[in-house]
C-alpha cells in the first residue's frame, strides 16, 4: 500500500477550502453548490487544462502566463477531486492508493509477460 499521508494532507486542506466557499454560496446564493454544479465546475477547470496543454506546446494562444495558469489549474483539478470525492462518499487517498497499486500489479504482470 502506498503511503497516503500527502493525499490526506491535501484533502484536509481541500475540505478547508471548500467550507470557505461554502459560506460564500450560502451568503450569495442562499444555499450551496448542487454535486451537479461542482461536476460541471470540474470539468469546464478540465477541459480548460487541454487548452493549457495546448497552449504549452504552442498550438493554441492563451492570454497570460501559460506554465501559472497551468499549475493553478491542475491544482484547481486535484481539489475538485477531493470535493466530489467526498460529496460522493469515496475516500479519495484510499480509492487512489488500492487503484495504483491494482493497476501497477496488472501492469507489472503485463510487462513480465513479454
Given amino acids: 500500500m502506498t503511503d497516503e499521508t500527502g493525499l490526506i494532507d491535501a484533502r484536509t486542506r481541500a475540505r478547508e ?4 466557499y461554502e459560506q460564500l454560496e450560502q451568503r450569495l446564493l442562499g444555499r450551496t453548490w448542487t454535486l451537479p454544479e461542482l461536476a460541471v465546475g470540474f470539468t469546464n477547470d478540465a ?16 492570454d497570460g502566463d501559460t506554465d501559472a495558469e ?23 487517498p484510499e480509492a487512489y492508493a488500492s487503484t495504483m ?9 503485463a510487462v513480465a509477460a513479454g
Fill in 17 to 20: 477550502v471548500r467550507a470557505l
Fill in 47 to 62: 477541459a480548460y487544462v487541454g487548452r493549457l496543454a495546448l497552449a504549452a506546446e504552442r498550438t493554441w494562444d492563451i
Fill in 70 to 92: 497551468l499549475h493553478h489549474k491542475l491544482a484547481e483539478c486535484l481539489w475538485w477531486v477531493f470535493v466530489l470525492a467526498d460529496r460522493l462518499g469515496v475516500d479519495a
Fill in 101 to 109: 497499486d491494482r493497476i501497477g500489479a496488472d501492469l507489472s504482470r
